[in-house]
């Protein structure tokens, strides 16, 4: 594993405890891959994103990483399972191996409905100091 100090603080804000009102997660381990600072020629291309962080995100059957939402960009690829995206509108985009998803502002809920291990990669970039993902509420489809 390639680690940047720059990343260092990064890290930290990743694995933060999660807030209270949020609904949980079940069944998800993430693995750290590779974090620090993203090259300047870059930044002018992202805007104020600065770091970066790469996990190997597995959700066990029936998992899931419960609502939440991202500040920064968030790409990930299905590299085995089927992954069920559900949006806060309630709309469920159901992703095989091999797809791709730029997850778009809001909150959402990342499933594992199959009866294989999910495992995803997943790029976050992020501004300073920004944990990698954030806790929500359920929207009211879910409650």
Not at 20 to 34: D, E, Y
Not at 97 to 124: F, Q, T
């Amino acid at each position: 594993m390639r680690t940047v100090t720059a990343g260092l603080a990064l890290s930290a804000a990743l694995l933060a405890p999660t807030a209270a009102h949020a609904t949980p997660s079940s069944g998800v381990t993430a693995t750290p891959l590779a974090q620090g600072a993203i090259p300047a020629a870059l930044v002018s291309y992202l805007g104020d994103v600065t770091d970066f962080a790469v996990r190997e995100v597995t959700i066990a059957p029936g998992g899931s990483s419960g609502w939440h939402y991202h500040e920064g960009r968030v790409i990930g690829l299905v590299r085995s399972g089927v992954l069920t995206h559900q949006r806060d509108n309630c709309a469920a985009q159901v992703l095989p191996a091999g797809s791709l998803v730029e997850v778009a502002p809001g909150i959402h809920d990342d499933r594992n409905l199959g009866s294989e291990p999910l495992i995803l990669d997943v790029v976050y970039l992020n501004k300073p100091g920004k944990p990698a993902n954030q806790d929500a509420p359920a929207p009211a489809c879910e409650e």
